[in-house]
């Protein structure tokens, strides 16, 4: 059985390619979707991608990812600044989880800087626009594979 990540993004995310294309660019999340899932394939990866505008589903999500045994990547979206739920949610998982936004948050206004999700990251990739999630992928794929080593 492949280790499997779980792709999880919140709210507004399904705008994507339509939303602000100058901050986010004009890539579809139908198109990450099939970027990540092509990836995750060639590196031995079960994949599991879904968007949600409701935190408690992300909160679902992530509980679910846990008792999968999953590793995460997770682009919070505008939870990221905010949402204690989901950060508690996050610091339940043991294997890797990595936040990525799309925009260089540090660069972004005040209410866009500081995300507490990521307390609970393993890792953050910001401001490299949707390859973050391919970049993400390799990162799990090289930690599972430490991981396993051990």
Known sequence: MSPTVHILNGPNLNL???????LYGHTTLPQVEARCTAL???LGLGCVFRQSNHE???????????AAGAA???????LSFRSIPLLDAL???DLPVIEVHI???HRRDAPYKDSITS???TG?????????YELALHAIAQRLREAATV
């Open 56 to 66: 408690g589903v992300l909160v679902d999500w992530v509980q679910e990812a846990r």
């Open 103 to 105: 925009t260089n948050i």
């Open 40 to 42: 995750a394939a060639e």
């Open 124 to 132: 953050v990739i910001c401001g490299l626009g949707p390859i973050g």
């Open 119 to 121: 307390l609970a990251s």
């Open 91 to 93: 610091k339940t998982l």
């Open 16 to 22: 994507l390619g339509v939303r602000e294309p100058h």
């Open 72 to 78: 995460v990547i997770i682009n919070p979206a505008g």
